[in-house]
């Protein structure tokens, strides 16, 4: 007996040893470490952590992660300097021979010591910043202040992408997108170590949404103009001014935009503003090739945003479009190609890389077009077929539409991408039907797209962030490190894990359960929490008083309601949920331009519970615990049996409350779901 139990404890000790010495795993980063080597304890940051930079290269990195560390509740001092203490982070300004521009080390023992150029440093810093939000958890993420440690795991990490390009193309031509939230947008790229980002800045509408009339189908050019006064999309754009330093502020974070004038095709906007620049033969949307204004009025466009010491397209690289022309006639598809080469060389005179769609397959011909220093977008293989791409000698973006195109609720492409498979199956070695052999060198990276294809159709900025931003991370994942290191289930929960990056909160994601009540909604009110996300329910007593509200002669017509038009019992800077909206008096919201109702208001001395749940495809009313409408997807059948659909969502403001508040409003509450 005696003999068993020493043999049992020399078991056990045998065991505890093996316990303390067992490696670190590797911790869970969108997208994966490339190479890491764990060590077996643990690194704490304190308040007398300091964060060091040894040349004034790495500085933007030192203090982007101190501001960040900042969001999660820990203040760090940042300094110059090339010793560091215990559980100091120390950047070294080291290229990465092995590893390229972007690659970085870091070692984590009795300190972080991070060797790497900028870029890589910046990567390195959002490799530090997702430890740290794994540890704390989604819910916390970095937007709420927790008394939780500051880990790291100790081991060594070597990071490199696999892929120079790794991005995203967003449509801004067809609905307008606020730059504010085009920047959050950036910061989560960097987040998720995405390095481009294309900026789609004009395009048109389905004429048969809009009776097959091009005077009235929808065109938009978004960047102001002063060469050309009212080409200006008056619904929304960008002056010349924000959108360069947005440029330039996204560089500092490691995130290159593309600037997009597409033309000959998708150029309704110019031909609204002038229309003899526009094809009566394939459609006003076409630049008229025969037309000797067209290429001195391209010429003068581009030049608006390219020429002088401080261009508004300040980044590298610039976008033609060049996709999509008809290839009706030979004579004009040799006229398409004449032009697509001059605008090359134009940009290229200017100091860029000119980027185009790829469509030389479809249309062949004879005139030459450039092809060295080319960045061409493999989106369809119809429109050019990569193998004949690459013997030509250009240089591939993949980008195919049947795998990594959304159009938001249009029918047609993806809603949401396949996630899973994209995580499984796609690299961008993957175009259209054709896998090449991995990290081909004609190959550069890969990026996804959301077009607005159906404008009109109630899709606002927050339903394009909830389709984005899974992509993102699924993108992000596949661009750096194309074999997977974690089974596709684990990846996703995990992944649910990890937000927006620091102090971005768009998806308006918390805790499941009560995020906030009030027993009392005062008039002229704010609140802390700006907006909720999908899925959630607001709930609140509501007492009108016993008279009606003042009404004009204009809106006699119109039913009494108990407050006055306009009135919102919550807005934030992008809606407004009103309990009398600003046309019929009745419930309901507006955001992006829309306004949607309920068929129920607010009657003089009336007394209801009144109920709203979310979600990203329909917003549901309750009144008195009965569900009294539901706004759904609705159908639009334009011609040619073109068939949208109406979206008509809300992230659910919360911000403030209007001042002009009659009501009583009691028992708020605002859960989470």
Request: charged fraction near 20%.
């Given at each position: 007996m005696k003999r068993l139990s020493s043999l049992l404890l020399l078991s056990l000790l045998a065991l505890s040893l093996n316990a303390k010495t067992e490696a670190n795993p590797r911790p869970f980063t969108i997208p994966a470490i490339h190479e890491w080597k764990g060590g077996t304890g643990t690194l704490v940051l304190t308040p007398k952590s300091r964060i060091l930079y040894s040349d004034s290269r790495l500085r933007t990195a030192a203090e982007l992660l101190a501001a960040d560390l900042q969001h999660a509740g820990l203040q760090l001092t940042v300094t110059e300097g090339h010793k560091a203490a215990d559980t100091d982070i120390l950047f070294l300004y080291k290229p990465q021979k092995q590893l390229g521009e972007e690659g970085y080390t870091m070692d984590i023992a009795r300190c972080v010591r991070v060797e790497a150029t900028e870029r890589g440093a910046m990567h390195a810093v959002q490799t530090l910043l997702q430890i740290v939000e794994g540890n704390r958890g989604a819910a916390q993420a970095f937007n709420q202040q927790a008394a939780q440690a500051f880990s790291f795991p100790q081991g060594k990490i070597a990071d490199r992408p696999d892929y120079k390009i790794r991005g995203f193309m967003l449509d801004c031509g067809r609905k307008y997108i606020p730059l504010s939230y085009i920047r959050n947008l950036v910061r989560t790229m960097a987040y998720y170590k995405l390095?481009?980002?294309?900026?789609?800045?004009?395009d048109n509408a389905m004429r048969q949404l809009f009776h097959n009339n091009w005077d009235e189908t929808y065109a938009a050019f978004r960047m102001e103009s002063e060469r050309f006064p009212g080409l200006t999309a008056e619904d929304g754009h960008y002056t010349k001014a924000e959108f360069r330093q947005f440029i330039l502020d996204a560089a500092k974070l490691g995130v290159e935009i593309i600037p997009e004038i597409d033309v000959p095709a998708h150029s309704l906007c110019f031909s609204h503003y002038r229309p003899s620049l526009g094809s009566k033969e394939f459609g006003m949307d076409h630049l008229e090739l025969t037309n000797p204004e067209v290429v001195p009025f391209v010429d003068s466009l581009f030049a608006e945003y390219l020429e002088g010491p401080e261009p508004v397209?300040?980044?590298?690289?610039?976008?033609?479009?060049?996709?999509?022309?008809?290839?009706?006639?030979?004579?004009?598809?040799?006229?398409?190609?004449?032009?697509?080469?001059?605008?090359?060389?134009?940009?290229?005179?200017?100091?860029?890389?000119?980027?185009?769609?790829?469509?030389?397959?479809?249309?062949?011909?004879?005139?030459?077009?450039?092809?060295?220093?080319?960045?061409?977008?493999?989106?369809?293989?119809?429109?050019?077929?990569?193998?004949?791409?690459?013997?030509?000698?250009?240089?591939?973006?993949?980008?195919?539409?049947?795998?990594?195109?959304?159009?938001?609720?249009?029918?047609?492409?993806?809603?949401?991408?396949?996630?899973?498979?994209?995580?499984?199956?796609?690299?961008?070695?993957?175009?259209?039907?054709?896998?090449?052999?991995?990290?081909?060198?004609?190959?550069?990276?890969?990026?996804?797209?959301?077009?607005?294809?159906?404008?009109?159709?109630?899709?606002?900025?927050?339903?394009?962030h909830h389709r984005t931003f899974p992509a993102l991370q699924a993108m992000a994942e596949k661009c750096w490190k194309t074999d997977s290191v974690r089974t596709c289930d684990e990846?996703?929960?995990?992944?649910?894990?990890?937000?927006?990056?620091?102090?971005?909160?768009?998806?308006?994601?918390?805790?499941?359960?009560?995020?906030?009540?009030?027993?009392?909604?005062?008039?002229?009110?704010?609140?802390?929490?700006?907006?909720?996300?999908?899925?959630?329910?607001?709930?609140?007593?509501?007492?009108?008083?016993?008279?009606?509200?003042?009404?004009?002669?204009?809106?006699?017509?119109?039913?009494?309601?108990?407050?006055?038009?306009?009135?919102?019992?919550?807005?934030?800077?992008?809606?407004?949920?009103?309990?009398?909206?600003?046309?019929?008096?009745?419930?309901?919201?507006?955001?992006?331009?829309?306004?949607?109702?309920?068929?129920?208001?607010?009657?003089?001395?009336?007394?209801?519970?009144?109920?709203?749940?979310?979600?990203?495809?329909?917003?549901?009313?309750?009144?008195?615990?009965?569900?009294?409408?539901?706004?759904g997807r609705s159908e639009y059948i334009g011609l040619e049996n073109r068939k949208m659909y109406i979206n008509r969502t809300l992230r659910f403001p919360l911000q403030r409350t209007d001042g002009n508040l009659r009501s009583r409003v009691t028992n708020l509450q605002v859960e989470s779901r």
């Open positions: 390095n481009t980002l294309n900026v789609h800045l004009n397209f300040a980044g590298p690289r610039v976008h033609i479009g060049t996709d999509e022309y008809s290839n009706k006639k030979q004579d004009i598809t040799e006229r398409f190609r004449a032009l697509a080469d001059h605008l090359i060389h134009t940009v290229e005179s200017y100091g860029k890389q000119p980027c185009v769609w790829g469509s030389l397959t479809h249309s062949r011909g004879t005139t030459p077009v450039k092809v060295e220093n080319v960045l061409m977008y493999a989106w369809y293989n119809g429109y050019a077929e990569p193998d004949s791409m690459m013997q030509l000698g250009y240089q591939l973006v993949s980008i195919p539409d049947r795998f990594l195109y959304i159009v938001p609720a249009a029918g047609y492409y993806y809603d949401y991408l396949n996630i899973p498979y994209i995580y499984k199956e796609w690299t961008p070695a993957q175009i259209g039907k054709k896998r090449f052999q991995e990290y081909d060198p004609h190959i550069e990276g890969g990026m996804f797209a959301l077009w607005n294809d159906h404008v009109g159709n109630g899709i606002s900025v927050a339903d394009i990846w996703l929960r995990l992944a649910s894990g990890i937000g927006e990056g620091p102090g971005i909160n768009d998806l308006g994601r918390y805790p499941k359960g009560t995020v906030l009540s009030e027993a009392t909604v005062k008039p002229a009110s704010t609140r802390a929490v700006p907006f909720i996300g999908w899925p959630y329910r607001i709930s609140f007593d509501i007492e009108t008083p016993a008279t009606a509200a003042a009404t004009t002669t204009a809106s006699a017509a119109l039913p009494l309601t108990a407050e006055d038009r306009g009135t919102a019992l919550f807005r934030d800077d992008e809606a407004e949920f009103y309990l009398s909206d600003p046309a019929s008096g009745r419930i309901g919201f507006a955001r992006d331009g829309y306004l949607f109702t309920f068929r129920h208001s607010l009657q003089p001395g009336v007394k209801e519970h009144i109920s709203i749940e979310g979600d990203n495809r329909e917003t549901r009313l309750y009144v008195n615990g009965k569900l009294t409408e539901t706004l």
